[in-house]
């Protein structure tokens, strides 16, 4: 091969390897092409920090009607697209009672055919200051009973007509139901109001039953008025199974306050009010029932009052 054909050859190899150099830097890029598809964030489910009246408990998940989505129990840990926190993400502040006093509310309800009971609001009365102590000394704090007392409301049917009216698929929540709606229409109550929870006496004893809707009310039957004098024994379901009184009306509350059925038997979400169980003894909530009730962000503002507060 000539001088001149080295060189030729020479140059077109130097040619290559300078072609090779530069497509390996374009491959090692760090801009991606220009018809690379854009990276889409990926949606993050709201955390609700509310929970249904149909018993589900506090960690349950619900359905968000305004969202139409599956929404996650309130203490699950989210933390977007990456499966890392991100540090400088701004953080949930901590939950905020109302902005308004909360206040539990007492109502008296004197069916048509029933004839008022002065001795029945004394005891009543009487009643919630005892339950207002006893929360406190069990929880550490208390809700703040109404200035006024308890409220006096006059149904408009006789008693056997709200326990026979149709109210919802269950016959054996009509009468609940049908008192619930009325009292709520006549003292102007909304239900699932932050500030404002009742408690509810029926005159008329009908049978026993009782119930209650959580973050709501309670609704109790009309024994639980005539024993109110006898705050420890009473028999508010069948002279067989003697309870107590107070107990009865704390395991009402503690369902509206965010209980279900949980707890040792001698609790009072449990058993723990009946007689059988306790003797004479007024039931107790467990540690873990009660750090539920003080833990629950919808209880906010709900246990920040003393014995004798009144709004």
Known sequence: M??????RAMGISLFVLIVAIAALGYGQSSDPPADAPAIEAVAVPVVDDQTSNSGAGSGAPTIDSRAG?????????????????????????PPEGPSDPTVLRIVYFVEADQEFDPAAVESIERQMVALQRFWYDQFGGTFRLPVGGVEIVYGDHPARWYDTAPAGDDERWYRLMNIREEVNTKQGLSPGSDNVRTLTFPAARIDGRVGANRYEGAWMDGDDVSCIDRIVETTPYTPDFPASCLGTVAHEL??????????????????????????????DFSPENRRIVTSDPRNAGWLDAEPGDRI
Do not use: K, W
């Not at 000539?2 to 060189?7: A, L, R, W």
């Not at 840990?77 to 991100?86: K, T």
């Open 2 to 7: 000539s001088g001149n054909g080295t060189i």
């Open 69 to 93: 989505s599956v929404r996650p129990p309130a203490n699950s840990a989210e933390f977007g697209p990456s499966a890392e926190p991100d540090e400088r993400a701004p953080q949930p502040a």
């Open 254 to 283: 503690g369902h509206v306050y965010g209980l279900g059925h949980e707890g040792r038997d001698e609790d009072c979400m449990q058993y723990g009010f009946y007689n059988y169980v306790s003797g004479t003894a007024l039931c």
